[in-house]
């Protein structure tokens, strides 16, 4: 079992920041990723940003440049700053641990955290 544990949502105006963080535990894989999907009201879930235990990242193309994500390995907790937000990022925020193994991929998901971005 995997569990995720998320904080740092908000509520915050245009232009301002938040940093997310999700800290995991339980059956961590040492092949894996972690990384933070969103899903506005009426909208499908979106990847926002993932960072892989080797360090590659991929992002949203609406996020780059604004948005970063780190991981600490020692503590496997991801984090995601988010810089010059705009009402469209409003949106629950949900941590996403992915194990790999042998070709398989084990989604594991946190419980999602709030974030709104007032103009």
């Known amino acids: 079992q995997v569990q995720l544990v998320e904080s740092g949502g908000g509520l915050v105006q245009a232009g301002g920041s938040l940093r997310l963080s999700c800290a995991a535990s339980?059956?961590?894989?040492?092949?894996?990723?972690m990384g933070w999907y969103r899903q506005a009201p009426g909208k499908q879930r979106e990847l926002v940003a993932v960072k892989s235990s080797s360090g590659s990242t991929n992002y949203a193309d609406s996020v780059k440049g604004r948005f970063t994500i780190s991981r600490d390995n020692a503590k496997n907790t991801v984090y995601l700053q988010m810089n010059s937000l705009k009402p469209e990022d409003t949106a629950v925020y949900s941590c996403n641990l992915r194990n790999l193994r042998n070709g398989f991929m084990y989604d594991h998901w946190g419980q999602g955290t709030q974030v709104t971005v007032s103009s």
């Open positions: 339980g059956s961590i894989l040492s092949i894996n990723t």
